[in-house]
Every structure is written in structure tokens, then in C-alpha cells.
């Protein structure tokens, strides 16, 4: 949700720019900065799914060898 206002606040710090240029820069550079943001803040959660895929293939593994 808050990504949403985020957005939403870039295209209108875009739209009401005074030049082209401006609005691409501003466009650009607050597009990575939110892209960022998002990127770190989804960290946990990738490295909570990478865990559990280990442990997947773990149990995968062990189930192999008994058999």
C-alpha cells in the first residue's frame, strides 16, 4: 500500500516538473530509489525462502539416501 503512494507521488512530482529532462531525472532517480527501498526491505523474506528451500532439498536428499 505504502508502495502505491510512493508511485503515486513520483508521477506527480513527474508530471508537474518544469522540463522534459527534469521529469525523466526525477523519474529515474526516484524510480531506483523506491526500487531500492523495496530491494532491502524484501530482504528477510528472500532469505527466509532461500532457507526453506535448503531445508527442502535437505529433506529431499536425506528421504534419497534411506531409500
Known sequence: MV???LLYILLMMVVTSDS???GV???VFGGGLIAL???LLDTPR???SRRMAEMAD???RRDA???
Request: glycine content about 0%; proline content about 0%; aromatic content about 10%.
Open 3 to 5: 508502495l502505491i503512494a
Open 20 to 22: 522534459v529532462f527534469k
Open 25 to 27: 531525472m526525477v523519474l
Open 37 to 39: 527501498v523495496v530491494y
Open 46 to 48: 528472500r532469505a527466509r
Open 58 to 60: 535437505e529433506a529431499d
Open 65 to 67: 539416501e534411506a531409500d
